[in-house]
């Protein structure tokens, strides 16, 4: 299982808003700091959410924030479940990361290229490289490899290694590579190079290399871009806007958004398991289309309300499965 951590900026407009200010982004808003948790085959749920002020740092808040959403993925997992925290370099940090590990999940977090690490990229040989499936990669049957221009390599790497040794994290930097297309650009024409120019991209894990190798790894890892996907969904339907002037009343705000946007993936998940459908992986903007605005009329008979639903409604099976699932009383209870 997988928990995400990142944080977003919510556009907003007025001099009233409290805590209101300029983020990274360079955009008037607030800051929400939100980790979800997904597998392999379900959609993300949000389980931690903070509301901070607009021009705060990106870390402040990460620790307890990481440890919380361990925490509550630890409680509804099987005891040997594996839990993975995926972060990108804003959070690539002791509080961060000492968190997941306390909380007994591994950690994949992206580096700064700072001096430690492109020291450590420098020292990686050339025969250490493997090419993986990446943009525009095709699949050679004959020799039974990808053919791309993007490789990965790792190496062990300790992480904040000028810290106390109580500090000090022991693990892996895997590295990717990607020809610097921006280098041809400067190139004249019909000019070749004498040796491609690379952009490296950075990560440190704790993972075991036997249950993850370099390629896995990097794939996984990669994953982590699904909390912007909840990020846009809920920019496109709660947080389109924070009511409030009121900077509570807006954290508020935040959470009704988070509950809505959970209850709706359980209903989705309800109507239509992730197995036989992509509806339980479907946006929140889709699901209310499909199944909360739903076309009907409602008539009264013998003091009973009926709805009449549409005739050849592609969700009528998805619609009836989620309103059986949830009109039925409870099971009987045997002592």
Same mark, same amino acid.
């Given at each position: 299982?997988? &928990?995400?951590?990142?944080?977003?900026?919510? @556009?907003?407009?007025?001099?009233?808003?409290?805590?209101?200010?300029? $983020?990274?982004?360079?955009?008037?808003?607030?800051?929400? +700091?939100?980790?979800?948790?997904?597998?392999?085959?379900?959609?993300?749920?949000?389980?931690?959410?903070? +509301?901070?002020?607009?021009?705060? %740092? *990106?870390?402040?808040?990460?620790?307890? +924030?990481?440890?919380?959403?361990?925490?509550?993925?630890? #409680?509804? =997992?099987?005891? $040997?479940?594996?839990?993975?925290?995926?972060?990108?370099?804003?959070?690539?940090?002791?509080?961060?990361?000492?968190?997941? /590990?306390?909380? $007994?999940?591994?950690?994949? &977090?992206?580096?700064?290229?700072?001096?430690?690490?492109?020291?450590?990229?420098?020292?990686? $040989?050339?025969?250490?490289?493997?090419?993986? @499936?990446?943009?525009?990669?095709?699949?050679?049957?004959?020799?039974? #490899?990808?053919? *791309? #221009?993007? @490789?990965?390599?790792?190496?062990?790497? &300790?992480?904040?290694?000028?810290?106390?040794?109580?500090?000090?994290?022991?693990?892996?930097?895997?590295?990717?590579?990607?020809?610097?297309?921006?280098?041809?650009?400067?190139?004249?024409?019909?000019?070749?190079?004498?040796?491609?120019?690379?952009?490296?991209?950075?990560?440190?894990?704790?993972?075991?290399?036997?249950? /993850?190798?370099?390629?896995?790894?990097?794939?996984?890892?990669?994953?982590?871009?699904?909390? @912007?996907?909840?990020?846009?969904?809920?920019?496109?339907?709660?947080?389109?806007? /924070?009511?409030?002037?009121?900077?509570?009343?807006?954290?508020?705000?935040?959470?009704?958004?988070?509950?809505?946007?959970? =209850?709706?993936?359980?209903?989705?998940? +309800?109507?239509?398991?992730?197995?036989?459908?992509?509806?339980?992986? %479907?946006?929140?903007?889709?699901?209310?289309?499909?199944?909360?605005?739903?076309?009907?009329?409602?008539?009264?008979?013998?003091?009973?309300?009926?709805?009449? =639903?549409?005739?050849?409604?592609?969700?009528?099976?998805?619609?009836?499965? /989620?309103?059986?699932?949830?009109?039925?009383?409870?099971?009987?209870?045997?002592?």
């Amino acid at each position: 299982m997988f &928990v995400d951590v990142d944080d977003t900026v919510i @556009e907003v407009h007025g001099h009233a808003k409290q805590g209101a200010g300029f $983020g990274y982004n360079k955009i008037r808003g607030l800051n929400a +700091l939100i980790a979800t948790v997904t597998t392999s085959g379900t959609a993300p749920v949000i389980v931690a959410q903070r +509301l901070r002020k607009g021009a705060c %740092a *990106s870390p402040r808040g990460g620790k307890r +924030l990481v440890a919380d959403a361990v925490s509550t993925a630890r #409680r509804v =997992l099987d005891p $040997g479940t594996a839990v993975l925290v995926r972060m990108d370099s804003a959070f690539y940090g002791r509080n961060p990361v000492h968190a997941a /590990l306390a909380g $007994g999940a591994a950690v994949s &977090v992206t580096t700064r290229m700072d001096q430690r690490v492109k020291v450590a990229i420098a020292s990686i $040989g050339e025969d250490a490289w493997t090419t993986i @499936e990446y943009t525009d990669a095709v699949f050679d049957d004959t020799s039974g #490899r990808w053919i *791309s #221009r993007a @490789e990965v390599a790792e190496i062990d790497f &300790v992480a904040f290694a000028a810290q106390p040794k109580a500090d000090q994290v022991p693990g892996r930097l895997i590295v990717r590579r990607i020809p610097d297309v921006h280098a041809d650009k400067h190139r004249a024409a019909g000019q070749g190079g004498l040796f491609d120019v690379w952009r490296f991209h950075a990560f440190f894990t704790t993972t075991d290399p036997q249950v /993850l190798d370099t390629v896995a790894a990097d794939k996984v890892h990669r994953g982590h871009a699904i909390i @912007e996907q909840v990020h846009a969904d809920l920019k496109a339907s709660a947080l389109a806007h /924070l009511p409030s002037g009121v900077f509570t009343a807006n954290a508020a705000w935040l959470v009704l958004a988070v509950i809505a946007f959970n =209850l709706t993936r359980a209903a989705a998940s +309800l109507a239509a398991p992730a197995a036989t459908s992509d509806l339980a992986r %479907a946006t929140t903007a889709t699901v209310r289309r499909t199944l909360v605005q739903i076309p009907c009329r409602i008539a009264t008979s013998a003091r009973r309300l009926i709805m009449h =639903l549409p005739k050849d409604w592609p969700w009528q099976t998805a619609w009836t499965q /989620l309103n059986d699932r949830v009109a039925d009383p409870p099971a009987a209870i045997s002592y």
